[in-house]
């Protein structure tokens, strides 16, 4: 399973609607093999959808989750004039990798 991360940029300053992600996973083709939809409206620098999704490779959840994404723009109306700007999976942290600080609290990053 993928989680690809599709970053959607408005025509403005409008917000990401609420039912963006329901939608998405209503309109994904069993082809598609979309697990979930979750929507990020508040993300930085553009808000995101994560996609989840069954794949038999990184480039064959992008595509998949690329194609998904331009439909969506083309079928919700409040979606009008939004622009996808990537769909990738997001780069992760390795598990215990520098992700706790000591005495397992979260780490700033700062040495």
Known sequence: MYLIHAR??????QLLPEDAA?????????????EHVSAHPDALPLPVLGVFLLAGSLAEAESGTTALCLRLLACHPALAGWRL????????APLGHGLLGPGGSPSTGLR
């Open 8 to 13: 959607l940029q408005p025509p403005g300053a």
């Open 22 to 34: 329901v939608r998405a996973l209503a309109l994904a083709l069993p082809e598609e093999r979309v």
């Open 85 to 92: 700007r990537t769909a990738e999976a997001p780069l992760l």
